[in-house]
């Protein structure tokens, strides 16, 4: 078995470190072990990572460390596939700045006022994350200049690829000097995903926290059998009888999560819908409320729940099987998170999910337990 690694063995500044231990953590994960020295020590990356993972403390530690405080101008530019994913680095951020002085970020993204935005770059921020096309808008009004950034990272790099990001993502990469580092992040390694490191990367060093992530021991996980017509009534079933303080149930479209949390709010219990149609600033109040436990049931989309970093969701429930099996690995790896234990819950119909479930079974080389229904009425 591997030996954990300490943080204060990566190599990270005095004051990034006791930031670090304020929040309690010691031990590094293998995504933080790997990255953390690889950028310090100037090197590009691609990390395979999912959810989880701890990967935004992977590239933002370090990043900070190369951060040159009494200079104003843009260093440090993380691109996301969401707004969620932007503001959680954004609060990342603010966490590990606590003892360090004049480092200052932004997050920029669509769905909130731009020029709320170029006021804040106007008084100069060293590290900006954001959504592509936001970015893009900003560099179209010569409100954001590339010229000092030294540092690149690309989050969820996948998954910006299927939100047809691409040409957003090479333009970027295109204006940012070529003596940059570039760090990549990604759930999986597909074709496009290999163009953009052989174009854009330089010599990359290749973090694996994949493998082990999959697994997930400590996210007991199960499938139950329920006619589609049912499968509110059964949802509601486990609830009551799981008796959770955060639960994140996840649908594949926003007409479903509206309905269901509709469904649940019927049934008594305190739910909460969040996808893509929902403002920002509604969204920014559910999720607080959903952090703080005035909401104890969340229903989500995936693209939605991209960025959500709740510590002490007890259970995930997949009222929907993903679209993508992928996908069931970012869901499940909501729960379980900071050395806590978890579970997931999937609810299935017909032998063609079955078959699903299995693949499942194959990609994470494990089993998804059977369970029947607790004999429990509302």
Known sequence: ???????????????I????????????????????PAVLDGRDVIGLSHTGSGKTAAY???????????????QVLILCPTRELALQVSGEIRKFTRYTHNIRALAVYGGEPIIRQIKALKKGVQIVAGTPGRIMDHMRRKTLKTSSVHLVVLDEADEMLRMGFREDMETILKEVPVTRQTLLFSATMPADIMRITKEFQTDPVLIRADQDEQTRPDIEQFYYEVPREEKTGALATLLSDHQVN???????????????????????????????????????????DFRAGRIRVLVATDVAARGIDVTGVDAVYNFDLPQSNE??????????????TGSAHT????????????????????????????????
């Open 1 to 15: 078995m591997e030996t954990l690694k300490k943080f204060s063995d990566l190599g990270l500044s005095r004051d």
């Open 246 to 288: 955060r639960a994140l149930v996840f649908c594949n479209t926003r007409e479903m999560a509206d309905q269901l949390n509709g469904d649940l709010s019927r049934l008594g219990f305190n739910a909460a819908s969040i996808h893509g149609d929902i403002r920002q600033e509604t969204r920014g109040r559910i999720m607080d």
């Open 347 to 378: 609810l299935i119909s017909g032998r063609g999910q079955l078959r699903s479930i299995r693949a499942i079974e194959s990609l994470l080389k494990r089993r998804i337990s059977k369970k029947l229904l607790p004999e429990n009425s509302l």
């Open 17 to 36: 470190l006791r930031a670090v231990e304020d929040q309690g953590y010691e031990n590094a994960t293998a995504v933080q072990a790997g990255t953390i």
């Open 327 to 340: 996908f069931y690995v970012h869901r499940i790896g909501r729960t379980g998170r900071a050395g806590r």
């Open 60 to 74: 933002v530690l370090p990043a900070l460390d190369k951060i040159r405080p009494e200079d104003p101008s843009l």
